[in-house]
């Protein structure tokens, strides 16, 4: 099973664990939230905000900018190259609608580019394209918004088995069935609801004790 955890320039920060910020499932801004979040041992900020105008979440990755400096973390913009730039973040991950992933790299250099992905035609394609990882799910069933039918984790093996680059499992993966993705090769997992739900810290501190960063 391809696993190139200590090779890409990727992986070396991660522990294992991204947080995607979502406010609806607690009620904080996304700069609160992550707070919490990297106290408890995040190293890992996928910004992300649909609602809020290009401005707005302009102001806010700057707050997160300096949030996650302050932690040593990293962070990665949301859909947006041209505020990943901006605000120096660390990367920028794109959506299979959002600019073509060659353009992005015009724009942020060589920052970090993330493509969600939901084939395995989708995956090889991100990887030629130079992708510095992928993202691949819904693994299972998300509620955190409409990505379709759950792949499952004879997908993600396939996938996995199938490029290079690190491959970012997502999509309803709780501390419970963590498990189950990492055996099927994911080299991390993007979470939302499964930390933000409930209690923070005590979220977090489940997934590094099973990850054994705890």
Known sequence: MKRN????????FLGGLCLVTDRKFCGLSCEELS????????????????EK???????????????????GATLVVNDHADIALAVDADGVHLGQDDLPLKEARRIVGRRLIGISTHTLTQAKEAEQDGADYIGFGPVFFTATKDA???RGV??????RESVEIPVV??????????????EAGA?????????????????VRLFMRVLGNE
């Open 53 to 71: 105008t290009r401005r707005e979440i302009y102001y806010e990755a700057r707050k997160l900018r300096s949030l996650t400096s302050e932690y």
């Open 148 to 150: 379709g039918e759950p």
């Open 169 to 182: 499992a997502i999509g309803g993966i709780s501390a419970e069935t963590f498990s189950l993705v990492w």
């Open 5 to 12: 955890r200590s090779l890409n320039r990727v992986l070396p």
């Open 154 to 159: 004879e997908m993600l093996s396939l996938i």
């Open 35 to 50: 707070r919490i979040a990297l106290e408890a041992g995040v190293r890992w900020i996928q910004y992300r905000e649909k």
């Open 187 to 203: 080299d991390a997992v993007a979470v939302a609801s499964a930390v933000l739900r409930g209690n923070i810290s005590e979220n």
